[in-house]
């Protein structure tokens, strides 16, 4: 199959890890802060055959879980509340625990929850279902923010006025600067998200290598791209560089999708945001601008504030700042397991406690 085999291969996949090998000799902690990174490093085991100088630490790359308890927690005081609200979202966040229930127990209860596949489908939902208010709650990172403005506007030109939207979203880079300037995790390098960088461009971590002195290197997602990368970033740190490289030019330039990022500007303005285990980060998110608050939940209903209680004996905030293996949680593997999860991190496709369950839970 075109595309997919050709970064699969095992033998160059052999010679990239022994060429890895012979060059890495100072100790480096990278940090992946994809979820379809984490993913990919599990299932082909490049974990564990790195050499020993090099630590892969999973970050908060899964956007269901960097979801605060705190926003989820008002989701679903609000919807017990209001009885004629229609609620959307994405399949991740219907089983992501809130301090006591989620949004699939409230559905169980009598809510209106209801999973859609793109942004897109809240048209037709508002559309057919005259007499109700649609509420998208939007979550994701710079990669899902352009489809959910769009769909904005086209709500906007089609005269849709029983449709609003809780942005959620996070923006990747000031999230890499909160964890740097924490000091709670030791970080040499990171390996950038592929298709956020697509969106918003590889001059985006410019800070990183200036002012951090971290290199960054944006990579794909089959096994070939994620070797070649870390060979990269071991290559940078070896040699006492830091800059921004490219790994995933196929799909990545310098300044990203032009057109992607007007649509976002036009939708949104940057915000203070609070993540789930690190806290508020400044400038970390995207609130919808006044000149579309018709569509803004926020404007439109009280929302009010939720607790920020986590699950208890869950451990996803460390989890997320990359501080704790999911091997570490006394959780995993024995209460929380992906049928019956007790954090985001094991309920979401991108999650790093579920990755590391699917591909090594043998390996604790
Ligand atoms: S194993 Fe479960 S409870 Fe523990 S951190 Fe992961 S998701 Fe949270």
């Not at 918003?200 to 951090?212: K, V």
């Not at 939940?297 to 704790?324: H, N």
Request: charged letters at 20%; proline letters at 5%.
């Amino acid at each position: 199959m075109k595309y997919v085999d050709e970064y699969r291969q095992k033998d160059i996949a052999q010679g990239i890890l022994a060429s890895i090998r012979a060059l890495s000799t100072k100790r480096a902690a990278i940090m992946e802060i994809c979820g379809s990174h984490t993913h990919s490093i599990s299932k082909y085991g490049i974990r564990d055959v790195l050499p020993q100088t090099i630590r892969l630490i999973s970050g908060p790359g899964c956007p269901v879980c960097v979801t605060s308890a705190g926003d989820l927690n008002r989701i679903i005081d609000f919807i017990r509340r209001e009885r004629n609200i229609i609620t959307a979202t994405f399949g991740d966040m219907m089983r992501v625990p809130g301090s006591a229930s989620s949004l699939q127990e409230e559905k169980a209860r009598g809510s209106d929850v209801r999973v859609v596949y793109s942004p897109m489908d809240t048209l037709a939902l508002a559309a057919t279902h005259p007499g109700k208010e649609v509420l998208f709650i939007a979550v994701g990172f710079e990669t899902t923010a352009p489809t959910v403005a769009a769909t904005m506007i086209m709500a906007r030109d089609r005269g849709i006025k029983n449709l609003s939207f809780l942005s959620l979203h996070k923006l990747t880079p000031p999230a890499m600067r909160a964890l740097l300037d924490s000091g709670e995790v030791e970080l040499n390098g990171f390996l950038c998200p592929g298709h956020v960088t697509a969106v918003i461009g590889a001059g985006a971590y410019r800070f990183i290598a200036d002012d951090y002195h971290a290199p960054c290197i944006i990579a794909g997602f089959e096994p070939l791209d994620v070797l070649q990368g870390i060979h990269m970033l071991a290559a940078q740190i070896e040699a006492g560089r830091a800059a921004i490289e490219i790994q995933y030019t196929r799909v990545v330039t310098e300044e990203g999708n032009r057109k992607a990022q007007e649509v976002v500007q036009q939708v949104f303005g940057t915000a203070d945001a609070s993540w789930r285990g690190i806290g508020m980060i400044p400038s970390s998110g995207l609130k919808i601008r006044e000149s579309f608050g018709a569509f803004d939940a926020e404007q439109r209903f009280a929302l009010g504030a939720g607790s920020d209680e986590e699950p208890p004996g869950c451990s996803c905030g460390d989890i997320i700042k990359g501080v704790m293996s999911p091997y570490e949680c006394p959780l995993f593997g024995s209460s929380c397991l992906p049928e019956s999860p007790q954090g985001p991190c094991m309920v979401s496709s991108e999650g790093t406690c579920s990755a590391y369950y699917k591909y090594g839970r043998n390996k604790q």
